[in-house]
C-alpha cells in the first residue's frame, strides 16, 4: 500500500510516497480502515513543514475518514460497512482533558497519520461519521471539532442552554448550515448549545 511520509528535518520538498507493508488484520480491540479521506490543518501543514518536529517517515495527516472493512474480536461499536473518522486524541477517552498537551499519541506527528490507504488501531481511536456526510466533509471534523470544543467549553466555558453567535467565514459549518437553511443574517448564525 502507499503513504505519504515526511523525510526530517521536515519541508514540503521532503514529502515522499513510499510503499509500506500492509497493516493487516485487526486483533483484538483493534479495527481496519480502508481511509478515503483526510483534511489538511494547520497543524498539519506545520509538521509537514518542519516546525512541529516528528520522527524520520512518519506518515501524515491528523485526520482520516474511511469504511470498516474489518473488526478484531471484543469489538462491538462497529462493523465492516461503517463510516468511521479518527479522533485527534485517541488516547483521551473520557474525563477532563489532561492529555490535550501531549501530542506523542496525536496521529500525524506522535504517531502515524493518515496519509495512506489503510489504518489498523484500536476501536476508541475512531467514532461513527456523521450520517449523510461524505468522506471528504467527515475527515473535516476531527481537528477542527476539538478546536471548536477547547473554544466554546475550555476557554469559554458555555454551559447547556447558552447561545452562541458563529460568524459566518465559509467553513464546512457553513456549507453545512447553508444546506438546510437560510438564516437571513447575512452569514451570521446561531447555536443553541
Not at 478484531?72 to 479522533?87: K, L, T, Y
Not at 490507504?117 to 461519521?129: D, E, K, P, Y
Not at 468522506?135 to 469559554?156: K, M, Q, Y
Request: hydrophobic fraction near 40%.
Amino acid at each position: 500500500m502507499k503513504a505519504a511520509v515526511l523525510r526530517t528535518p521536515g519541508g514540503l520538498d521532503r514529502i515522499e510516497v513510499h510503499d509500506i507493508p500492509d497493516p493487516g488484520q485487526p486483533g483484538p480491540g483493534q479495527i481496519r480502515i480502508a481511509l478515503h479521506a483526510s483534511s489538511l490543518n494547520s497543524k498539519d501543514l506545520l509538521v509537514a513543514n518542519g516546525g512541529l518536529p516528528t520522527a524520520d517517515r512518519r506518515i501524515l495527516m491528523s485526520d482520516g475518514a474511511g469504511v470498516v472493512e474489518a473488526v478484531g474480536e471484543g469489538v462491538a461499536e462497529f462493523r465492516p460497512g461503517d463510516h468511521v473518522v479518527s479522533c485527534f486524541f485517541p488516547q483521551w477517552q473520557d474525563g477532563l482533558p489532561s492529555p490535550v498537551g501531549n501530542v506523542a499519541s496525536t496521529p500525524g506527528d506522535g504517531i502515524d497519520g493518515f496519509a495512506a490507504h489503510f489504518s489498523v488501531r484500536a476501536a476508541t481511536a475512531f467514532t461513527h461519521a456523521p450520517r449523510g456526510w461524505s468522506h471528504a466533509e467527515a475527515a473535516t471534523i476531527t481537528t477542527a471539532g476539538v478546536t471548536a470544543w477547547r473554544a466554546l467549553v475550555g476557554d469559554g466555558q458555555i454551559k447547556t442552554g447558552d447561545t452562541v453567535l458563529v460568524l459566518g467565514t465559509g467553513g464546512v459549518f457553513n456549507r453545512r448550515a447553508a444546506d438546510r437553511e437560510d438564516d437571513g443574517c447575512g452569514g451570521y448564525r446561531h447555536v443553541v448549545v
